[in-house]
């Protein structure tokens, strides 16, 4: 039998979550029952497979900690379909693509930050409000 390896189920949940799937998911893609990912022991194999679907690097399975991961706002209007995960992986590479950027001494961008609790509505009276449009009335 091969050796399992203990993951914090805590930890491997927020990653599952931050990259868009659920465990069942997960399970589906990996072949890896749900028990053993919800118990969080998997052989280095089954991990390397969750790696690659999460698209983690696999040290990050190992953190002490439930690591603090942004989450992605959501401004559909039809929101009973999930995202997809390849969303929550352009977010990260933006995101990663961004601090490069600044370390390579790139003004920040001129447009304002907005609060991401905005509703869609309310962000977009507040874009119109700066870049100084009304909408058309009939």
Do not use: C, W
């Not at 927020?14 to 029952?33: E, H, N």
């Amino acid at each position: 039998m091969k050796k399992e390896i203990k993951i914090k189920p805590e930890v491997l949940s927020a990653l599952i979550r931050a990259s868009g799937y659920d465990v069942k998911d997960l399970a589906k893609k990996t072949k890896i029952p749900i028990n053993k990912i919800n118990e969080g022991l998997l052989t280095l194999a089954q991990l390397k497979k969750v790696s690659e679907v999460l698209k983690r690097p696999i040290a990050a399975f190992f953190s002490d900690d439930v690591p603090a991961l942004k989450t992605i706002p959501d401004y559909r209007l039809n929101r009973e379909k999930k995202l997809n995960p390849e969303v929550f992986l352009a977010q990260r590479k933006l995101e990663y693509l961004i601090e490069k950027m600044k370390e390579l001494g790139f003004k920040s961008s001129s447009l304002p930050s907005f609060s991401q609790e905005l509703s869609a509505n309310e962000l977009a009276k507040k874009f119109r409000h700066f870049l100084g449009i009304d909408l058309l009335k009939k």
